[in-house]
Nanobody, 125 residues
Framework: QLQLVESGGGLVQPGGSLRLSCAAS????????IGWFRQAPGKEREGVSC????????NYADSVKGRFTISRDNAKNTVYLQMNSLKPEDTAVYYC??????????????????WGQGTQVTVSS
């Protein structure tokens, strides 16, 4: 079974940056679309960004466009989310998820089968 492990979360001041990593154990991520999702206390989980299996297609939520960048390094079996110009409203638990069924696309509004345990991101002064 595919296992995903997120890392890179932490406390950062507004305007700062963090890079989240999503690493897979056991299986290669080559054939999986990967999504980053987040959930803040008392709020629904929302899609943040995703990248297709080849890396040729990406999507971003409007709230993070121009600030966040998703990338993947299949040789390292890792997907990254570079987060710049962080705002307090970016505070949430961030999860990565994977699914092999989406081919050359990566939807943010469809289900993903495999999930990591999450990493906390807190943006506060």
């Amino acid at each position: 079974q595919l296992q995903l492990v997120e890392s890179g979360g932490g406390l950062v001041q507004p305007g700062g940056s963090l890079r989240l990593s999503c690493a897979a154990s056991v299986f290669t991520l080559d054939y999986y679309a990967i999504g980053w999702f987040r959930q803040a206390p008392g709020k629904e989980r929302e899609g943040v960004s995703c990248i297709s299996s080849s890396g040729g297609s990406t999507n971003y939520a409007d709230s993070v466009k121009g600030r966040f960048t998703i990338s993947r390094d299949n040789a390292k079996n890792t997907v990254y989310l570079q987060m710049n110009s962080l705002k307090p409203e970016d505070t949430a638990v961030y999860y990565c998820a994977a699914d092999p069924q989406y081919g050359s696309s990566c939807p943010l509004l469809k289900p993903y089968n495999y999930w990591g345990q999450g990493t906390q991101v807190t943006v506060s002064s």
